[in-house]
Nanobody, 122 residues
């Protein structure tokens, strides 16, 4: 499995931006499709965005389309999530995850990071 470590979370005012990073180690990063999920207190872990092994075919959940951008740098074994125009509803712990194929389904991801907290104040 690939090991994943997220960073870049923090406290931001509504309307602001954050860029999350996910550093991968272990297995070959470019062999994996990658995804971002988020989990708010008391709620399930939900899909946010995913990208295929080469950086193409990005997919997003409807609530973040036009505001979030997923990307990757295979040379640096890093996944990114640029988050713009943040709202309090985006407050959650954000997790990156690795899968053999691009998927919106949480159960199809085999490796997970520990998460990074994003808090958006109103």
């Amino acid at each position: 499995q690939v090991q994943l470590v997220e960073s870049g979370g923090g406290l931001v005012q509504a309307g602001g931006s954050l860029r999350l990073s996910c550093a991968a180690s272990g297995r070959t990063f470019s062999n994996y499709a990658m995804g971002w999920f988020r989990q708010a207190p008391g709620k399930e872990r939900d899909f946010v965005a995913a990208i295929n092994w080469s950086g193409g075919n990005p997919v997003y959940t409807d609530s973040v389309k036009g505001r979030f951008t997923i990307s990757r740098d295979n040379a640096k074994n890093t996944l990114f999530l640029q988050m713009n125009r943040l709202t309090p509803e985006d407050t959650a712990t954000y997790y990156c995850a690795a899968s053999r194929w691009i998927s919106l389904k949480r159960d199809e991801y085999e490796s997970w990071g520990q998460g990074t907290q994003v808090t958006v104040s109103s």
